[in-house]
């Protein structure tokens, strides 16, 4: 509905000007081109680019990132071509543009929904600048399985925290306003299940039941309309036998009509083409019938709409008004981003690589580093630290730091931990040594020489960064074994053979199986892909600067074969037995009862979501509630102190899950409904009041419905999902 005159005028103008459009011009603006930043056209269309735009059958363009070409290309867009209508350019900016911020998984494990904003909002700034306008980004695909590289792009196993992230770094990309010059529009993808890839392999079929899809993988989606994301991304993913890029049922029946979603929706790079593969079109004509159905606007890189939409028309198949709706939205979102006025970069280039900038990348990148194990309180280093060695394969790789997505990183700007902890040690006066061993992370160990071996040995304290390099996460890079790559796990215990004091630091895309990394470390901190500032955020952290905050936005497995393993598993008949961890994996122990369990392993994950230590210790206490019977209506109002029981200020994360105990389906063991950052000074007491809309614990019950059913609940409080107060209550 139009609400007011402003409404009115941009329809009457978006109307007016599609009125004028030749049915090949509307394909144009359906199409996006993928032109590489080498300035060629890839694949598909043998015409040359620039005669494309200039006929006006290219509206949008995916990968070009040089600034002049850019403004080039709109020239030729805005000037030549006969109706003078904009491009948009598109990009996957996916944790930064040139300043690189921690990958999503480890923004996740920040927790901190504030900065995540910021990063985003320094990120619109950089990429508009360049002519971007539009990323596709915030990948909010439910991620369980770290086998899948894409965990690395994702905010997690969890359905509540992955919605809070996608809003706020909704909000971050697209600020108050897409028409300011420095917005980006944002994209939330992939539309819908795709993370459910069987076995962690992309693209790979996903067949969620369709409980599990409406209470775990459509919310994050459902979310980022309420945040007014501008676009949505249909993934390459066959659910339950349906391709999402011919899925009517999902895209239009429920995003559109249901939803209301009236932004742009694009398919993946060729996955319209791709269901011919998958075996659900038999040729392009389907496809893109099946496609535009399904309302899918924009055809990202192949020509199904461009080859076949016109013939679809002809024949009866499609009305023209199809094809208009279409074109209305991209027309709308040009303008929404104030492209008709202002189709040029934004020349606001004062305002990067500020100081602002680079702290809040230090600060994400210092709050998503997780401390998993610290024996004896071995960090923070002390200061009769006098001699530092530093090994590993990733400690001074600029590339690697960074993580997979980071194409158009500034290499300049990133800082590694090797010469952070440098420039540290010289100010200190503290001697350090640095050795790789391993040039990088794909290679076999053999032997470390003794020049090496005598400064380990003399070292007050060894740190080794080992871990996944950048190419082993993100699209298509999945992996069946999760253990450290060939030759570390040797490295590391060679060392820890010459000296106890070892400091493991993991930098890695997605949760490792890491029993090795414990047992030769005398402390963990896993600091994921974190980015340009992350060298100094871990030297930080090391050192004390801060104190570690970051909690495990996924679970931890033991082995592989544990996964899928995440904490809102559903309740057994038959459940494990709560027993001591005390036979090793991999050997066998009796099994003692007929519960669900394995024999050579215990069914428990080696850290749970939500863990994460710190240098001091909380103590929780008075649990209260506002109220144990509540209505549909209300809100529970959970009342928790924490107190600061250590000698060093620290965040911690508070954490409130709920339990439904019984329903007309079977439901999760627990939910995360809220969770909040608070930094809690030593000594110190807070008291902290969470308020959940019992509305907020609807699901999809028997007959599909969403409700919330009236019964016995529990409410959880704590600092991970296993170490919680708890309290009962129930809903009328
Ligand atoms: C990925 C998308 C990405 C697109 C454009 C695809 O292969 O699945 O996430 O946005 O390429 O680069």
């Not at 016109?310 to 709308?332: F, P």
């Not at 350090?432 to 005598?454: K, N």
């Not at 007929?594 to 649990?623: A, C, Q, R, V």
Request: proline share 4%; aromatic share 10%.
């Amino acid at each position: 509905m139009l609400s007011n005159n402003k409404d009115i005028e941009e329809s009457n103008f978006i109307d007016s000007l599609i009125g004028k459009m030749t049915i090949r011009e509307k394909l144009g603006q359906m199409y996006q081109i993928c032109i590489e930043a080498n300035n060629e056209n890839v694949a598909f269309n043998l015409e040359d680019d620039r005669s494309l735009v200039k006929k006006g059958f290219a509206g949008s363009v995916i990968n070009l990132v040089d600034r002049n070409l850019i403004q080039e290309y709109q020239k030729i867009a805005v000037e030549e071509s006969r109706l003078g209508i904009p491009l948009i350019f598109a990009r996957d900016i996916i944790h930064g543009f040139n300043l690189i911020f921690p990958i999503p998984l480890a923004q996740a494990a920040s927790w901190n929904l504030e900065l995540a904003e910021k990063a985003a909002a320094i990120t619109a700034k950089e990429a508009t600048i360049c002519g971007i306008r539009w990323t596709f980004s915030p990948m909010i695909d439910v991620s369980r399985n770290p086998k899948w590289g894409r965990v690395a792009e994702g905010y997690g196993e969890d359905a509540f925290l992955v919605s809070s992230f996608a809003q706020a770094v909704i909000r971050g990309y697209q600020g108050e306003n897409l028409s300011d010059p420095s917005s980006l529009a944002a994209c939330s993808k992939h539309f819908v299940g795709y993370s459910a890839t069987e076995d962690g392999r992309d693209y790979n079929v996903t067949p969620i039941p369709p409980r599990e899809l409406n209470d775990v993988y459509l919310p994050p989606f459902l979310s980022s309309v309420k945040a007014g994301v501008a676009t949505i991304m249909a993934g390459f993913n066959d659910l339950d036998g349906i391709p999402m890029s011919g899925n009517k049922e999902l895209l239009k029946k429920l995003l559109r009509d249901e939803w209301n979603f009236d932004g742009v929706v694009v398919s993946d790079f060729n996955s319209i083409t791709e269901m011919i593969f998958q075996g659900f079109c038999q040729d392009g004509k389907e496809a893109a019938l099946k496609s535009i159905e399904s309302e899918i606007d924009i055809e990202m890189v192949s020509l199904n709409y461009m080859n076949f939409i016109e013939k679809l028309i002809e024949e009866g198949y499609i009305d023209t008004e199809l094809v208009n709706k279409c074109v209305r939205r991209i027309l709308n979102l040009k303008h929404k981003l104030g492209l008709f006025k202002n189709p040029y970069s934004n020349n606001n280039f004062t305002e990067i690589n500020s100081d602002f900038d680079n702290n809040v990348a230090l600060e994400l990148a210092e709050q998503s580093l997780i401390l998993l194990k610290n024996n004896a309180s071995f960090l923070p280093l002390k200061d009769d630290v006098q001699k530092i060695t530093v090994i590993g394969p990733l400690a001074d790789s600029k590339i690697d730091q960074m993580g997979c997505w980071s194409m158009d990183g500034d290499i300049d700007r990133v800082v590694t931990f090797y010469e952070s902890i440098k420039s540290y040690c010289l100010e200190q006066n503290i001697e350090l040594y640095y050795d790789s061993i391993l040039p990088d992370c794909r290679v076999s160990f053999e032997t470390i020489d003794d020049v090496t071996v005598e400064h380990i040995r003399r070292s007050d304290v060894v740190i080794v960064v080992v871990g996944e390099d950048s190419l082993m996460n993100g699209e298509k890079h999945c992996r069946a074994y999760l253990s450290l790559p060939l030759g570390q796990s040797k490295m590391l215990e060679k060392i820890a053979e010459i000296n106890k004091n070892v400091v493991t630091v993991v930098y890695a895309g997605r949760p490792l199986i890491i029993k090795d990394i414990l047992s030769n470390s005398t402390s963990v901190l896993y600091a994921w892909h974190p980015g340009s500032m992350g060298g100094k955020a871990v030297t930080n952290i090391l050192f004390g600067k801060s104190s570690p905050s970051g909690r495990l936005p996924i679970s931890f497995p033991r082995a592989e074969g544990q996964i899928p393993i995440y904490y809102s598993h559903k309740n057994y008949g038959r459940p494990p037995l709560e027993r001591p961890i005390s036979v090793n994996d991999g050997d066998f122990h009796n099994s003692i009862g007929w519960t669900s369990e394995y024999l050579d392993i215990n069914h428990k994950p080696l850290f749970p979501f939500g863990y994460g230590m710190s240098y001091t210790k909380f103590e929780y206490s008075e649990i209260k509630l506002n109220k144990i019977i509540l209505d549909i209506d209300d809100s529970l109002e959970v009342y928790i102190n924490v107190k600061n029981v250590g000698s060093v200020d620290s965040y911690e994360v508070i954490q409130v899950y709920i339990t439904d105990v019984v329903g007309s389906v079977t439901r999760p063991q627990k939910e995360l409904k809220a969770f909040e950052k608070v930094f809690i000074k030593q000594e110190e007491i807070v008291q902290l009041k969470f308020s959940i809309p019992v509305k907020s614990f609807k699901f999809t019950d028997i007959n599909g419905d969403f409700v919330v059913e009236p019964g016995q609940f529990k409410v959880w409080v704590g600092s991970n999902s296993e170490e919680c107060l708890n309290m009962e209550f129930y809903v009328k």
